[in-house]
Antibody, heavy 121, light 107 residues
């Protein structure tokens, strides 16, 4: 059974960088065939795709966040990470990681439980 | 970006009821439409992909239909464990986008 688990600080100060890690079990990122995604949900709002990474390191970022986002992968630890710079209160959200088959039109088939990140001084 | 409009935003129903949730896209997107169930504090769960294909392990009381820009999720006979939030999501073009969600509550 594939499982994903987000981890990282729950509180980040404005203008700092939000850093989260997703640890994958039950699947190997280095096996390929899947995109590894970050998705967030602001309180009371729709889910928003942040971007994804392939095991090779190739990435896609949502244009609305592209200037502030970096997604990286550590295949030795079977983890991938999110960094979001220059955060503001508008970045307060529940952050999820999710797996997606690397094929056109594929859904997100496994998700983490999510982690709440609050941006506040 | 493709805008996804989901309705209703909330719904009260009883065990055994038939429930219909609708998702409309701002443009044509073939059948690249997925449905998720989400319970508080849990990982979202994929129910249906490609508009009408049931994910493995999902009960057959869930069904999906539609193509183009209008899609429907039907729960044929509500069970206690079905009270949750439901989201549609388009995987036709990036950035992939979601509906605002439908919160299904017990009447």
């Amino acid at each position: 059974q594939v499982q994903l688990q987000e981890s990282g600080p729950g509180l980040v100060k404005p203008s700092q960088t939000l850093s989260l890690t997703c640890t994958v079990s039950g699947d190997s990122i280095s096996s390929g065939g899947y995109y590894w995604n970050w998705i967030r949900q602001h309180p009371g709002k729709a889910l928003e795709c942040i971007g994804y990474i392939y095991y090779s390191g190739s990435t896609y970022y949502n244009p609305s966040l592209k200037s502030r986002v970096t997604i990286s992968v550590d295949t030795s630890k079977n983890q991938f990470s999110l960094k979001l710079s220059s955060v503001t209160a508008a970045d307060t959200a529940v952050y999820y990681c999710a797996r997606q088959e690397a094929a056109a039109g594929s859904p997100f088939d496994y998700w983490g439980q999510g982690t709440l990140v609050t941006v506040s001084s | 970006d493709i805008q996804m409009t989901q309705s209703p935003s909330s719904l009260s129903a009883s065990v055994g009821d038939r429930v219909t949730i609708t998702c409309r896209a701002s443009q044509f997107m073939s059948t690249y439409l997925n449905w998720y169930q989400h319970k508080p504090g849990k990982a979202p769960k994929l129910l249906i992909y490609a508009a009408s294909t049931l994910q493995s392990g999902v009960p057959s009381r869930f069904s999906g239909s539609g193509s183009g820009s209008e899609f429907t999720l039907i729960i044929s006979s509500l069970q206690p464990e079905d009270f949750a939030s439901y989201y549609c999501q388009q995987s036709y073009s990036t950035p992939y986008t979601f509906g605002q969600g439908t919160k299904l509550e017990i009447k």
